[in-house]
């Protein structure tokens, strides 16, 4: 993926739970905290889990296919957030990541 590429969807991300943000507010009066946005990335990260399940039929559930890709994709939005209010550079770290992996092989 071209790195403009992967800022036009941090930006995307981040326009997109502001948006969420604001609903918290007008729904709870305050905005998510990141220990919540953490939980419902793991709830996310869960759910993953139950679809790959269904999909190697150890765990039947209609639907599934779909909402597997769903998920996957809201994990990686979920990271990208939760990257963002910690301020860590999701790119950077991205890139650290897989040049120390590369080099363990």
């Given at each position: 993926m ?22 918290e ?9 990141l ?19 269904s ?10 296919a779909e ?8 994990n990686i ?7 963002d ?21």
């Amino acid at each position: 993926m071209e790195t403009n590429n992967f800022d036009k969807i941090i930006k995307r991300s981040l326009d997109i739970r502001e948006k969420y943000h604001q609903l918290e507010i007008k729904g709870n009066r305050t905005q998510w905290t990141l220990e919540e946005d953490a939980l419902a990335y793991l709830t996310d990260a869960g759910l993953v889990g139950r679809n790959v399940m269904s999909h190697e039929k150890t765990w039947l559930k209609k639907d599934s296919a779909e909402e597997l890709e769903h998920k996957l994709a809201e994990n990686i939005w979920w990271l990208i957030v939760l990257a963002d209010r910690m301020d860590i550079d999701i790119k950077e770290a991205l890139e650290k990541f897989l040049t120390k992996t590369e080099n363990i092989f």
